[in-house]
């Protein structure tokens, strides 16, 4: 969570309360009082510059 919060440009606790939001820019994996950030989700953003939520491109996402 920390080396992928500060590869997006953002402290810790902002990432955390992103991920709390579920708006953590990457996918991201809750296992029991663990947070870990999927490697993969975490380059393809970083590569293209736009977010994923729950693995789903964001231009794919439909509003609410």
């Known amino acids: 969570m920390e080396d992928a919060s500060r590869a997006l440009g ?3 606790a902002k990432g ?3 991920v709390r939001r ?3 820019p990457c996918r ?5 009082r663990s947070t870990r950030v999927v490697t993969a989700s975490l380059l393809r953003v970083l ?3 736009e977010p994923e939520y729950n693995g789903a491109h964001a231009s794919r996402c439909t509003p609410s």
């Open 47 to 49: 590569e293209s510059g």
């Open 16 to 18: 955390y309360d992103l």
């Open 10 to 12: 953002f402290s810790r």
């Open 28 to 32: 991201v994996l809750r296992i029991g």
């Open 22 to 24: 579920g708006e953590f």
